[in-house]
């Protein structure tokens, strides 16, 4: 079968989700960029991600035209696909309904650069995108216009959409930013929220990006 390291990768990446409870039951999905295809490997819809196969990720090309598989694609197709064509730096992508980045896309507020981290794997805070339907093309439209040129973007009521180079990058975005959300609610509640300084989180990412032994744990 074809691509039968990235459909397991893929698998793996789903089954990682669920098993952190960045998702629950088969909400949330994942893909990976085919570059020489022109596609996208996407997680099938509705499915449990405890008994996906490695013939169940489904190849959906850059387009929409093409749909190749034995199940239907995730029902957020249309935001992968938008986020791919325009962000050619972009190679697997993680949409997760964790609890609480989803508390700060409730409650319409960006999740703050706070920690060391945050400003190292994504570098800027994580804005609201407005509400729309689940699997709408409005969704995928106004999500890709708070995403572009950045990491990450919360989807209002919603939940967590992470781009990164890669499956693994894109996981530790969704992680990272999921314990940036904990902490400064905690922080919130103890009564106060301190931010990274701009300065600060440029020369974070600068380290961060050009001492690859300094890699995660700085
Ligand atoms: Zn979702």
Not at 60 to 85: A, C, F, M, N
Not at 162 to 180: H, M, P, R
């Amino acid at each position: 079968m074809k691509y039968e390291a990235e459909r397991r990768a893929l698998i793996q990446t789903a089954l990682e989700i669920y098993e952190s409870q960045l998702v629950v039951g088969t909400w949330g999905n994942v893909s990976l960029r085919l570059p020489a295809e022109e596609a996208m490997l996407i997680t099938p819809s509705g499915m449990d991600y405890k008994v996906l196969d490695i013939e169940d990720p489904v190849q959906v090309s850059l387009d929409g035209s093409r749909i190749q598989g034995r199940w239907k694609p995730s029902i957020e197709t249309p935001l992968h696909r938008r986020i791919y064509l325009a962000m050619p730096e972009v190679g697997a992508i993680c949409h997760v309904h964790s609890p609480y980045a989803s508390a700060y896309a409730v409650a319409g507020q960006a999740v703050p650069v706070v920690l060391e981290e945050t400003a190292q794997v994504v570098g800027h805070a994580i804005e609201v995108a407005p509400y729309a339907r689940c699997g709408s093309e409005e969704l995928a439209e106004g999500t890709m216009q708070f995403l572009k040129g950045k990491r990450a973007v919360l989807l209002a009521n919603h939940g967590l959409v992470a781009a990164g180079k890669d499956l693994a990058d894109a996981l530790k975005i969704c992680y990272i930013v999921e314990k940036t959300a904990r902490v400064s609610i905690m922080a919130r509640l103890l009564g106060q929220v301190r931010e990274l300084s701009k300065e600060d989180i440029n020369a974070l990412q600068h380290d961060f990006t050009f001492y690859g032994q300094s890699k995660d744990h700085t």
